[in-house]
């Protein structure tokens, strides 16, 4: 979880290639369903082939020749990236379910996306003039055996728009590596209370059916789910308020993050990298790519990814919701760290119990912080130098055996804390 997404209508597959490489980070691609398997196929090949690889792709069902896996590779060497810069995660269209009311029957009348069908088996398997899912899926992974390719669904109960999900679901059956979920808090400007409250209430319904109705059709393995979507407001000018540029969306990334880990989601990518400030002062984007600074929920995405790789039990003797939740992990080293989020506008005193442990810590807090909720600007450890955000390195402190013994921290108001606990 944690990760960012960056729409392809953004950069060439090149730049998307360049920054892969750069960065050293995971990525997913979202391939074009109206297009066809073998069209697909080139995009894996480009991005994860071999050059000099001889294996034929292939002709499409359109008469078109998509040559070999090496002249993908080929190309994109030619755009500056020689080496493969492998793309594990792939995704087969986006909301096919919302396909536009023209298109069926059966589709919503507010319908948004140009696809070809908003029938769930359909989409799976195709029709006379049209690739489905199954059939990406595997020429995608005849170029790369290793990749995993995600199918479109729902949240929530499945048998919404017209049984989407669960026509998904049987279709797909054994050949699902991932399923997909999209999730916007809210249509419009929620309030404060609304948006803190939210993920706490919402994960549990949303995956929750998605995982019964993915057991029932796949009882030998389980299929991971993966919300390749997911932000405060699903229109980014239904945002009036402008709260997705401020510090409680902030604290609804980080706690939504949290939720989601909790209930089993497996990836989960935040909308978006970057996109631009409506008149509202609305953005989706974690980085104001005009200003040059970053918006509150970068830090809680930055936070979270120095969390460990497993996800540890935590009794919060606090309301969640509106005064202060808490996440903890462990590295494989032994090091534990919280992210605890102080909702409130005064600081909160907390004991801090670890239950089992029998050595001393050393122990490292990193926070950023703001004056309200209502507030665009976050502090880290004091600073308020976004261009250097998280390398201002926080206080050191000294915490104890714990147990039995315990330790009182305080946390600061309006603050999102990173606590590092290394073992001494």
Known sequence: TGEVCLSAGTARPSDFAALIAATGSEAMWTVNVNGTAQEAAAVVAFFNGE????????????????????????????GGQPAPVRIAAWEVGNEVFAAKPETGPTCAAFGWEGVWTCDGTAYVEGDADHDGFLAFRGAMQEVD??????ANGIGGNQDGWSGFGSAVIDAAAGELDFYI?????????????????????AWAEIVG?????????NPD??????????????????????????????FFIADTIGQMAMRGVTM??????????????????IIDLVAGNVNPPYFAL????????ELLPVEVGFDEEFELSVYASRSSDGTVSLLVLNKTTEPIEATL???????????????????????????????????AALAVEGPAINVGSVDPASTSLEFEPVSLTLMTLTPA
């Open 181 to 201: 979920i999209h999730d916007y808090g809210f249509n419009d400007s929620p309030t404060i209370d609304e948006a803190l409250s939210r993920p706490f209430r």
């Open 209 to 217: 059916n998605a995982f019964v109705e993915l057991e029932k059709s």
């Open 145 to 150: 055996p290793t990749i995993l390719v995600g």
């Open 353 to 387: 119990v670890l239950d089992g442990a029998r050595n001393s810590f050393v122990a490292g807090m990193d926070v950023a912080s703001a004056t309200s909720m209502e507030a665009q600007d976050m502090l880290f450890n004091g600073s308020a130098d976004t261009s």
């Open 221 to 250: 393995r389980s299929v991971p789910i993966a919300v390749t979507e997911y932000n405060l407001v699903s229109g980014v000018y239904g945002d009036q308020d402008g709260m997705m540029a401020e510090v409680v969306n902030g």
């Open 51 to 78: 050059v000099g690889d001889s294996r034929v792709i292939g002709i499409d069902r359109r008469g078109q020749d998509w040559g070999t896996v090496g002249q993908w590779a080929q190309l994109r060497s030619d």
């Open 268 to 285: 989960a990518n935040q909308w978006v990298l970057v996109n631009g400030v409506t008149d509202s002062g609305s953005d989706y984007g």
């Open 302 to 309: 930055a936070l979270w990814s120095r969390m460990g790789e």
